[in-house]
């Protein structure tokens, strides 16, 4: 029972990873004080020095933007199905606890996020069209198996660069930038709770930081590039991710700026990783169907939003259901998500690319038929099933993009 309850939480997260976790306000009240900018880029001292801040990160009392009053819950409910160790391994919730600051530290990267930028690090390594098997059984002239095994080593130490550093990166940053509502509404996080302290966390953020644009750098050697494609990608990846949680700016207050932050962090970004790293970002077309696909993961953002709108509200929070309603906000979803694949398979089959037109309608049809049967009739109360079930045909259209691109011959 205990293998069986694992794979179905691996399955789940496999297709629920695409999306943030909604945000918590159960009993939550807030009232906006006087505010001090918690991005000072230099720590300052107070009178009685012992400001605790670290670059560009403020300690907890310089960072205090909202007067926060609510009843917490008691506990993390741990799960009893036997996948509580697991699930503390993923960062999900129903988490068992642990003192072993390892196990703390990989939760804070929540590891069930990284499946979406791997898969994204693969589109765009096929999207090069320049990606070879190790031996492969479809293709009689890419069966050279050095090279195979020297692009396998190149796509891990990417999917390594986009998972475990950069999205544990902007996961562990997102969770400082959130500690004082942590500790009203999820008490028993490793931050607010104390499992970790602060400088531990700070450290954690600038050595995976680091690491990440040391690695990028590595690969942009190992390609050849003569400018550093990948550790540029890096570098702005890691500022949208910084902006997405961080004051002045916060982009996650803001419902359009957040929500296509998080469609390109998720799909553009790695996407172009995979290619810099095997090809060439020389044509607009591969930039523009990542840009289009990631207006789509803003709408699959949107799902997150519904179930958080009072808190939102109260909060100042500018989501789009607060500010279109949720019958607009779900019109807004569902029309984003299917307006940009149409465009995408209308692309492909306007360069010839019919039978992936095909492929990427066919994969459409069921993303409709799940938004007109769980999205649209209740987004709030069906939300994760619409996510798990609408999902998967998302990405796989993906997939079939990128393989298209990569087998279309742009000089003919």
């Keep these: 029972m205990k293998s069986v309850a694992a794979s179905s939480l691996l399955l789940i997260a496999g297709a629920s990873a695409f999306s943030t976790a909604p945000r918590s306000y159960a009993g939550l009240s807030a009232t906006v004080v006087s505010q001090k900018s918690s991005l000072s880029m230099l720590p300052t001292n107070n009178n009685n020095n012992e400001d605790r801040s670290f670059y560009p990160f403020p300690s907890t009392e310089s960072s205090s933007n909202f007067r926060l009053d609510a009843k917490p819950p008691k506990s993390n409910d741990e799960v009893t199905d036997g996948s509580a160790d697991l699930r503390q391994l993923l960062g999900v919730k129903g988490a068992a606890g642990t003192t072993d600051i390892w196990k703390i530290r990989l939760q804070l990267t929540k590891p069930v996020t990284w499946i979406p930028l791997v898969w994204g690090v693969m589109c765009g390594a096929a999207a090069s069209g320049n990606y070879h098997w190790i031996w492969n059984p479809f293709d009689p002239n890419d069966r050279d198996v050095m090279l195979g095994l020297e692009d396998a080593a190149k796509g891990f130490v990417a999917m390594i660069l986009a998972g475990p550093f950069l ?19 999820e008490p028993y996080r490793p931050i607010p709770s104390g499992a970790i302290s602060e400088g531990q966390v700070i450290f954690q953020i600038w050595f995976l930081l680091l690491g990440g644009l040391g690695i990028a750098y590595g690969l942009d050697v190992w390609a050849g590039h003569e400018f550093p494609t990948v550790l540029a990608l890096s570098i702005f990846g890691s500022w949208v991710s910084y902006i997405y949680s961080a004051p002045p700016l916060k982009l996650k207050q803001n419902g359009w700026a957040g929500n296509y932050a998080l469609g390109c962090s998720y799909i553009s970004l790695p996407w172009w990783c995979g290619q810099a790293v095997f090809g060439q970002l020389d044509r607009p077309v591969y930039f523009i169907l990542p840009i289009l696909y990631s207006i789509a993961g803003l709408g699959i953002a949107i799902v ?8 939102d509200r109260q909060l100042g929070l500018n989501s789009l259901p ?16 299917t307006l940009t694949q149409l465009g995408v398979a209308a692309y492909l089959y306007s360069i010839g690319e019919s039978t992936y037109a095909a492929i990427l309608l066919g994969l459409l049809l069921p993303q409709v038929y799940f938004q007109a049967t769980l999205l649209l009739p209740d987004p709030v109360a069906n939300d994760v099933k619409y996510q798990a079930s609408s999902q998967p ?10 393989l298209c691109l990569g087998h279309h011959d742009f000089t003919a």
């Excluded at 996961?171 to 509502?181: A, G, L, S």
């Excluded at 607060?322 to 984003?336: E, H, L, Q, W």
């Design 167 to 185: 999205t544990g990166y902007t996961q562990t940053i997102n969770d400082w930038y959130d500690r004082e509502i942590d500790a009203i509404n």
């Design 322 to 337: 607060v500010a279109f309603g949720i019958d607009g906000a779900k019109y807004i979803c569902a029309g984003s998500v």
């Design 393 to 402: 045909f998302f990405v796989f259209g993906i997939l079939a993009t990128a």
């Design 304 to 311: 997150n939003d519904f179930k958080s709108v009072e808190g």
